[in-house]
């Protein structure tokens, strides 16, 4: 664990604990009225349907709901559930705002709290799922398709939020898989579920000391290998910081989505202060897609900026926390007018049968794909090794870190260049780093920025490294990097008042 020295970033409390308005008698009154019911049966996979990828730039800008009524949305079904006509409709009125701010991704709790829809025998062991589930998930992705919604769909709010053995004992853990299971196939390769989230920072019951890190990162590594078995949905865990992320490495997880709220203003909780390539390389994340998963967004912030700024350094997505906020107890509201500004003006996306663009002639141009192959340079033999760009989502006048590693056959100076390269195999940016002295056999870091041009125009464009002759006239080596995209976002305009919501005086 590395998070003892950032528990003072949040309450001591949980968001749960914090947000929660629990409606029991309702609850409990819905599980008494479903008891007779025939328990739903898996249905077929959606037919010409496409799995959505946290990657897509129409999934970046998000939001959590993240409840309506608290452990009622999924299983309470017409008492207060998702397919009550009164939840439904509420629903409805905030998912179409969502759609007028061009947002897609909605991150939704399903069994927050003790997990009552989760039906168990006389030991505690998981025997299955309440039916409503599903009458409430059906209504909920029903609801997705009428505004063109993809949801992060997070199973528990807490590793003790349900039932202790459940994660401890090895035999009730495989039960509770195997209980899931049957929701995971029923929604298979649904094009309105964006990824299954496991928990909700599990790092607060570790680090309080209410469950050992172990068994949660068993139950972690079960949850996503019985997913992945189910379906080609993604998977991911919501951490408390960036730095939890380095407890779930090698879960088989997707993508990681940390949270950042604005008292993690420095060292290695601050999403601000760092990028994703530079994060994710400290905590372990192999490379997996970032997403903020909790952010805030509010009125009094300037939340276009915000997102500028996570998606300049490299961040998959950041959903902003909370549409529904008069349902939870911090009341923190998105404002939806800065995120529009910010969604409406992103780049298109590429079109899916652009190629990579082609090498460029000329020492001063960017070098060739070589693979990373060596080539000789007279006596020498240079060789490239890993390669990456960071960020590699920025605006025009931004800079581009470009990071080789080489290795040659014996000492040398070689010239190296990174090139910033438009569809037509143009370059329209780069850096040239003289006289890197390389030692024979070591394996040499070189690393530079690129400023790209105040003009350039939005779209995808590709990053090249090369190695050539100290005086810059022979190529020995190229190597493509990575793909990068460019965004053009106006200047943020004054946020506007929202019309107030129909909803406001609802509680629960």
């Known amino acids: 664990m590395r998070l003892s020295a950032k528990l003072h970033f949040r ?166 898989a195997d209980t899931l299971a049957p929701l995971f196939a029923r929604y298979k390769d649904n094009p309105r579920i964006l990824a299954w989230e496991l928990f909700n920072e599990p790092e607060w019951d570790i680090a309080n000391n209410k469950i050992q890190l172990a068994p949660v990162q068993a139950t972690v590594k079960l949850l996503t290998s019985t997913i992945h078995a189910q379906t080609k949905n993604a998977v991911t865990l919501g951490s408390a910081t960036l730095d939890g992320m380095s407890d779930w490495g090698g879960m088989g997880l997707d993508f990681y989505s940390p949270h950042w709220y604005d008292p993690m203003n420095s060292g290695s909780a601050c999403a601000p202060c760092t990028d994703a390539a530079t994060t994710g390389g400290a905590h372990g994340t192999g490379g997996a897609p970032i997403v903020l998963g909790e952010f805030y967004a509010g009125r009094d912030v300037n939340a276009a900026q915000r997102l500028k700024d996570f998606r300049a350094k490299g961040y998959a997505g950041a959903w902003a926390w909370s549409l529904f906020s008069d349902h939870t107890g911090d009341k923190m509201a998105i404002d939806l007018g800065a995120v529009s500004s910010f969604t409406s003006s992103l780049a298109p996306a590429p079109d899916a049968g652009a190629q990579p663009a082609g090498p460029v002639a000329g020492p001063d141009s960017a070098a060739p794909a070589g693979g990373g192959q060596a080539a000789s340079g007279g006596s020498t033999s240079v060789q490239l090794l890993a390669n990456w760009v960071s960020p590699t989502y920025v605006l025009p006048g931004q800079n581009v870190t470009v990071y080789q590693d080489l290795q040659t056959a014996a000492d040398t100076d070689v010239r190296m260049q990174f090139d910033v390269v438009d569809a037509n195999g143009h370059s329209v940016a780069s850096a040239i780093l003289d006289n890197q002295h390389v030692s024979q056999g070591a394996i040499s870091s070189v690393s530079g920025a690129v400023a790209l041009p105040n003009a350039l125009p939005p779209g995808m464009y590709s990053v090249k490294s090369g190695a050539y002759s100290p005086d810059g006239q022979k190529l020995l080596v190229g190597s493509d990097v990575a793909t990068l995209r460019v965004d053009a976002l106006p200047p943020t305009p004054t946020p506007v008042p929202l019309p107030p919501d129909d909803n406001s005086s609802a509680d629960t």
């Not at 006509?85 to 003790?114: Q, T």
């Open 11 to 176: 309450p001591a409390v949980s968001r749960a604990a914090l947000g929660r308005r629990a409606d029991k008698p309702a609850r409990w009154l819905a599980a008494l009225l479903m008891t007779s019911l025939v328990v739903a049966q898996p249905g077929p996979a959606s037919a010409a349907s496409t799995v959505p990828s946290v990657t897509d730039p129409r999934y970046f800008a998000g939001a959590n709901v993240p409840w309506f009524n608290w452990g009622c949305d999924f299983g309470c079904s017409t008492t207060n559930g998702v397919s009550s006509a009164g939840v439904h409709s509420a629903l409805a009125d905030g998912f179409a705002r969502l759609k007028s701010a061009n947002v897609h991704a909605v991150r939704w709790w399903v069994f927050e709290g003790d997990a009552w829809q989760i039906n168990h025998d006389n030991s505690g062991t998981p025997t299955g799922l309440n039916p409503a589930v599903y009458t409430d998930m059906d209504a909920a992705l029903a609801l997705a398709d009428q505004y063109d919604l993809a949801y992060d769909f997070v199973l528990f709010s807490g590793p003790t939020a349900i039932p202790n053995k459940w994660l401890t004992d090895p035999q009730q853990r495989q039960h509770l």
